[in-house]
């Protein structure tokens, strides 16, 4: 699996998580955000992009993505359920990262490209009940810019 940064490229996920804990390790005394969100695009196939942000509360972010590729998916819930699962997936291995090194206090968010205007209200419930009972605070449109702003670049280019 593989992520990009933008300021340093193609990196693995051990690659990326050493760089987090650098980037946390530079300024310890602010305080982080993990936030993960992610999105897709329908082509020929359809795109997804799971973005990572590292948030340092009032002083910057970085962050990095990944994409990956699968049939056509038409659906708009299947869609949303899938980006949520693989925001999911990002997540647990991030968890486990920290908590293997004795940072499981660490804040995970997950940002779900769903709100309260538009197609996606009816799924909001759902996913909502899929993050958190997967026991990741969960964040929604207008306040999912992980997903909303960061991880849809990514699905344009």
Known sequence: ????????????????????????????????????????????????????????????????????????????????????ALSLEVGGMINKFFAERGNDEMLVEIHIDVGTAGDTKDLIREVVGMVTGSGFRARIKPDAFGASSVADKHTKS
């Open 1 to 84: 699996m593989y992520f990009t940064s933008p300021s340093k490229g193609r990196m693995t996920f051990e690659q990326m998580m050493t760089d987090v804990l650098e980037y946390i390790r530079g300024l310890p005394s602010s305080s982080y955000r993990i936030i993960i969100g992610s999105d897709s695009q329908v082509k020929r196939d359809t795109l997804f992009i799971t973005a990572v942000i590292v948030h340092r509360l009032g002083k910057g972010a970085r962050y990095y993505y990944r994409k990956k590729f699968q049939r056509k998916i038409k659906s708009l819930r299947q869609k949303i359920f899938y980006e949520t």
